[in-house]
């Protein structure tokens, strides 16, 4: 899957832009707040429906518009050519057209226009939060499998719920009745979770050694809160811990808690790995993800550069370029552009919303 | 635009499903353009005042102590169909494809939103499984997270032990609708749903 054409009318700062893509790779290049970031953002957007930068619909619209619209060509490999339509209307949100037919169930959609996007927060996924990773798992998960995040937010809204009771010292009944619904959803997210990190570790693991050095044993492991391995695990240990949970006023155990952890030579990335390791996981780990889409939605999904390329050291960078020459469309973003890279780069310049070629 | 108009959109404004468009739109079709439309609504709330309450038993519409339902003795009183809204049982005696007695809980449980059991037409249901003339329980409430929460929460909490069978409505493809174009919610309960053949 390649995308060919991109329109954005009133998208953030760009009044109006008629793109076209020939290459395989498309580098936008100017100096910061010119617009190069939201061309990938508002690529990034055609896969998820949704912006990696912002949850605000409006924060997308410009200023005193409206609405903005952005319009895709696609070329599929089997399906020949589509048209995505994306509307995100100040009253009225957002809607999404295919070929003309208006979109009714996100569930449809998800995994047909996969991208992965490479930001320089990406340090984050092995130093950060549990938070951030699981976020990253989530989102992994969730953009190649319209069942788990369909059970992902069934957890979520049961275990809501449960806090709510929590709080308004609500009956054992009726926790009990939402124990039972988190219960549900947790095993189907253990499962999906624990064959999901083993085949991300592996693409991770390979990938890691073109960009690292392949000595140091890199692994990515699933570190689940609780172990789930049938329907009623989950129920019989939060109903064990309501005392314990009344006072907290929150559910202090289960997959809403769940962590990965990286390691080299066996021992804690988090708390033992160099700058460089660090780097060389997060973008080994981006690299196991665009593997990990392309064996489950059955395409190549759109790599999306976010301004990583100028932070890399000589020799990642070379092991960077030799990791992207593997199918998928890349576009990225920079303020420089290095004259040895020049030729393999088809170039829009960016300046205040406008880009030329 | 009046004070007195403007209190009128502002009334019109609370009833559920109406933005500021349509209570507009309302407001000046019963004012100005159809005032005798707006003379038969007014007589109408007038006449229902007072007189349609919530049935004791079932919550349906009624305008004595019990429905015209549950005072229908030809109806069979061993089975209980259980529902989220009044709009709900009326699609269902509309179909004509039950003949059973119903109960309307009036919502689901939504902690979030403050709603439990006590906001709902819990007692009325206990009272009514006590009689120990109910054999069997249909749970016809939504397939959300709150909905099964709530079925969850009918049968531990009001069936517990009592020897009632207790059954949920099936979720599938609808009639007419092909495997092909459903979702893979609807899919899996479709699937989990089967019959013999
Ligand atoms: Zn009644």
Known sequence: MRLGSLNLVDYRNVQLARLEFGGPRVFFLGANGQGKTNVLESIGLSSALRSFRTMETRDLIRWERPRAELLFGFEEEELGNAEILITLDRSRGKSVAVDGDKLLRFGDYIGRFPSVVFSSEDLRLSRGSPGERRKFLDLVFSSSSAEYLEELRRYYRALRGRNALLRSEGGDGELAAFENEMSLAALFLARSRKDGVTALAKLFANRYQVIGRAEEDPVLRYLADVEINAADDLARLLHDGRQRDRQLKNTSKGPHRDDCAFFLHGRDARKFASEGQQRSIALALRFGQVDFLRERCGTSPLILIDDVLGELDPERRANFHACLGDGSQVFATGTQLLDEDVDEWEVYQAKEGHFLK | ?197
């Open chain 2, 1 to 197: 635009m009046t004070p007195a108009y403007e209190k009128l959109l502002d009334a019109l404004k609370r009833l559920p499903g109406l933005g500021y468009r349509s209570a507009e739109r309302i407001a000046l079709r019963l004012l100005v353009e159809k005032p005798d439309l707006g003379k038969r609504v007014r007589q109408a709330l007038e006449e229902t005042e007072g007189c349609v309450q919530a049935c004791l038993d079932c919550g349906n519409l009624s305008e004595g102590d019990l429905c015209m339902l549950c005072s229908d003795e030809s109806r069979d009183q061993s089975t209980i169909c259980v529902l989220e809204h009044v709009p709900d049982l009326f699609s269902i005696e509309r179909a004509g494809v039950f003949r059973g007695l119903y109960h309307v809980l009036g919502g689901k449980l939504s902690p979030i939103h403050g709603i439990g059991p006590d906001e709902l037409n819990v007692k009325a249901l206990h009272r009514r499984v006590q009689r120990e003339t109910t054999k069997e329980l249909i749970l016809a409430l939504p397939n959300d997270v709150e909905g099964e929460a709530t079925c969850h929460y009918l049968q531990q909490e009001v069936v517990g032990d009592r020897s009632i069978e207790v059954s949920r409505i099936g979720f599938g493809i609808p009639s007419g609708a092909g495997v092909t174009y459903s979702d893979s919610t609807t899919l899996r309960s479709a699937l989990e749903g089967r019959n013999s053949y």
